[in-house]
């Protein structure tokens, strides 16, 4: 199971109260930081979330909204004197701009900071319990999305099978890979008499801000959840396409054609308080749309 | 006159749901924003502060509880299409920081940045309304403290007075700068006999993040108001001074030696929740001492 925290839902000028865009993924294990717009360290004090669940920081794009509240994050946990490693996977240039304010504050860091420069399409974490990829979108300048796939969850074990079986408890760990148990008879008790599925693995897709571009499908294809921006209504097609964004009609069109099983939507445009429009638009395509809300866990 | 409202009032880290420190001094004409915390544009809208208004930005130093918001603002000035030149006067290296960051974002802004770096002491404006003097101020980096200075005010036209004179509507300018009126026959009309003061100039003190210097006393002196970090309790006096700030006790020993008419007291460290005890202590020392509060406008 994964749940996404939205922390700012909005495009480049913070307006009605919504902020530049920053998500958190959570697992059970930990928190994944999925672009740092300005207020982001404040946005996760108000919903709680725990800066140290955080290992790694995933940065899109070096356009302000999505990355100028990470120094400031990087900052805090300095002066709250974190000590594990934190990653760092993002555009090659904002290295040098991190390095450049922590030498004229004459900071150095409390913990390790492993800056990962994305270069190329592929997979850049690689954990016990997840791989992301990252994929290029097309956006004004570079741009990475990310997709989320969980590994496989260990199969869970029927507690009272196994008992009456009396498979020693020594063995659950290989049962729950997926091992069969042989009794000292020699007599074979296949894995699936003794355990269930584990819970299906998630896949998240993060298309950052992208251009309506149909290459997206492949993808993203069949997530469990697609975020895809909608900095614009329908009608200003030609202006979400001007200045390399999407539309609602476009984002959904991208989620309906890709297969996937859910999409949220968000990176409003400060034009548009209201935003009731973006979901009618959305749904008239692909219908099991959401807003990417503020303080809403979303579950995958 | 002059308004100082408080858009953050925290130290380092944002914490209870204080923000890191800005500050708007507005007179009837302009803002001045000193200092510029992450957030501070949001707070900007949150507390209808127009950056219109803004013309000139005093950044005291270059750690990150003081600019991490600059470059959010100026980003959405130009956003916004703004026209208007803009004066930025902070350290030196901040220029390079802000280039960079643009460079990336391949961004040109809407209008003209001047850069002012700031190198030694002594006035860095000098407008029709105000001077603003930079002061060095001993922190862990380079750091500087501003006075802002209004200039002598018109002296105000007895409308009355000024009739029964049969002094003309033309030479009211003249009045104004306290010119006596001499009639066609000669008579001199002395300038007092028809104007009264103008509103006495005002001037405001702000002290940045500093420890306990008494060299600033004579540099604050006699001021309307005076702002002056207080980081932390008296009792954590030791500190403090190791980490370049100071306490309650301090802030208010220099309001009294400078002999002040008004103590602002802000900066406060995140470990304190609550702020009773800061007023408290200062004003065993400085009876007329107020807390910056978030959204609160001072009027000097």
Redesign the interface.
């Known amino acids: 199971m994964l749940a996404l925290t939205i922390l700012g839902n909005n495009s480049?000028?913070?307006?009605w109260d919504r902020?530049?865009t920053a998500q958190i993924l959570q697992s059970l294990e930990e928190a994944y930081l999925i672009d740092c717009g300005?207020?982001t360290?404040?946005q996760m004090?108000k919903y709680k979330i725990r800066r140290s669940r955080i290992n790694h920081i995933f940065i899109s794009h070096?356009?302000?909204?999505h990355y100028?509240?990470l120094?400031?994050l990087l900052?805090?946990m300095s002066?709250?004197n974190r000590t594990q490693d934190l990653y760092l996977h993002a555009?090659v240039?904002?290295e040098?701009?991190i390095s450049?304010?922590l030498q004229?504050?004459?900071i150095e860091l409390s913990y390790k900071l492993f800056f990962e420069p994305i270069t190329t399409e592929g997979i850049i974490v690689d954990d016990k319990k997840i791989t992301v990829k990252a994929f290029k979108v097309q956006h004004?300048?570079e741009c990475w999305g990310f997709l989320f796939t969980e590994k496989k969850n260990p199969r869970r074990i029927d507690g009272n099978r196994a008992k009456a079986y009396e498979i020693p408890k020594s063995f659950y760990e290989q049962l729950q890979k997926g091992e069969d148990y042989v009794t000292k008879k020699g007599t074979i008790i296949p894995n699936k008499e003794v355990t269930i599925d584990g819970v299906k693995p998630k896949t998240y897709a993060y298309c950052a801000d992208t251009i309506f571009d149909e290459s997206l499908i492949e993808k993203i294809k069949s997530v469990d959840m697609l975020y895809h921006e909608t900095t614009y209504l329908k009608a200003l097609h030609q202006r979400a396409a001007e200045r390399f964004h999407s539309t609602t009609e476009q984002a959904a069109t991208i989620a309906k054609k890709g297969n996937v099983k859910r999409l949220l939507i968000g990176h409003f445009s400060s034009k548009y308080e209201e935003l009731d429009e973006f979901l009618i638009e959305a749904k008239e395509v692909f219908a099991n749309t959401d807003l990417a809300l503020q303080g809403v866990s979303y579950i995958i």
Chains 1, 2 share one sequence.
């Open positions: 480049a000028i913070p307006a902020n530049p300005e207020g360290q404040l004090s070096l356009h302000g909204d100028f509240g120094i400031g900052t805090s002066l709250l555009p240039a904002l040098q701009i450049l304010q004229v504050a004459a004004r300048i």
